[in-house]
T-cell receptor, first 112, second 115 residues
Framework: AQTVTQSQPEMSVQEAETVTLSCTYD???????LFWYKQPPSRQMILVIR??????QNATENRFSVNFQKAAKSFSLKISDSQLGDAAMYFC?????????FGAGTRLTVKP | DAGVIQSPRHEVTEMGQEVTLRCKPI?????LFWYRQTMMRGLELLIY????????DSGMPEDRFSAKMPNASFSTLKIQPSEPRDSAVYFC?????????????FGPGTRLTVL
C-alpha cells in the first residue's frame, strides 16, 4: 500500500517569511497525482496546490509552490510571504486510480 | 453552488445506538468519498463511489459500518451499533469526474461523539 509521510508535526514561521513543509511518499505506480490541502480551525479542507506526476515542472499557485522530486518521491510545499491566514493544518495527499492517502499533517503557526 | 452539504454537523449518541451521517455532493460531481479524521489515525479514506457505485470499501473498519449512494445527489454512512472508538470527524467529499487528477471538494464534516 502507498504511504504518505509528513515528518514535521509542527512548524512555525514569522509573518512575511518563507516556510517549507516536507512530504515523502512511497509508491510503485507510475501514474499518480499529489496534492496539498489546508485545514484551518474551521475544519474545512481546502485544496492548495496539485502536481501531476508526469509533469517535471513544479506547480505554482501565487505564494504557494512545490518542489517535486519524483525519483526521491518527495513533494514539499513552499509558502512565501507567509500571512496570518496561512495558519492551519496542511495535509499532503497521494491519489492514483487505485488509492487515495493522506499524510498525518503538519500544523503551521504564523507569528506576527 | 452550496458546496458539499453534510448533516448533522454534530452528533452525540450513546454506545449501541445507530448513527446515520448524510451527504449531498456538489451537483454534477461523479465521485464521492467518505473519510474519518481522528487525532490518532489522521485522515482515513473509508469508501468511495464512482457514478453511485462503490469502488473501494477496503477502508471501512468493520461490518458495523455501511455506506450507500442511492442516487447521484445523496449518500449515507451508517454505524450500527456505534462504539466510543467511532468518535471522530467524518468528512464527505465529491469530485467532478472520476479521474485521479480531480480536486476533491470537502464538506464541513460531522463531529460524532459516542458516549
Amino acid at each position: 500500500a502507498q504511504t504518505v509521510t509528513q515528518s514535521q508535526p509542527e512548524m512555525s514561521v514569522q509573518e512575511a517569511e518563507t516556510v517549507t513543509l516536507s512530504c515523502t511518499y512511497d509508491t510503485s505506480e507510475s501514474d499518480y497525482y499529489l496534492f496539498w490541502y489546508k485545514q484551518p480551525p474551521s475544519r474545512q479542507m481546502i485544496l492548495v496546490i496539485r502536481q501531476e506526476a508526469y509533469k517535471q515542472q513544479n506547480a505554482t499557485e501565487n505564494r504557494f509552490s512545490v518542489n517535486f522530486q519524483k525519483a526521491a518521491k518527495s513533494f514539499s510545499l513552499k509558502i512565501s510571504d507567509s500571512q496570518l491566514g496561512d495558519a492551519a493544518m496542511y495535509f499532503c495527499a497521494y491519489r492514483s486510480a487505485n488509492d487515495m492517502r493522506f499524510g498525518a499533517g503538519t500544523r503551521l503557526t504564523v507569528k506576527p | 453552488d452550496a458546496g458539499v452539504i453534510q448533516s448533522p454537523r454534530h452528533e452525540v449518541t450513546e454506545m449501541g445506538q445507530e448513527v446515520t451521517l448524510r451527504c449531498k455532493p456538489i451537483s454534477g460531481h461523479n465521485s464521492l468519498f467518505w473519510y474519518r479524521q481522528t487525532m490518532m489515525r489522521g485522515l482515513e479514506l473509508l469508501i468511495y463511489f464512482n457514478n453511485n457505485v462503490p469502488i473501494d470499501d477496503s477502508g471501512m473498519p468493520e461490518d458495523r459500518f455501511s455506506a450507500k449512494m442511492p442516487n447521484a445527489s445523496f449518500s449515507t454512512l451508517k454505524i450500527q451499533p456505534s462504539e466510543p472508538r467511532d468518535s471522530a470527524v467524518y468528512f464527505c467529499a465529491s469530485c467532478p469526474g472520476t479521474g485521479s487528477y480531480n480536486e476533491q471538494f470537502f464538506g464541513p464534516g460531522t463531529r460524532l461523539t459516542v458516549l
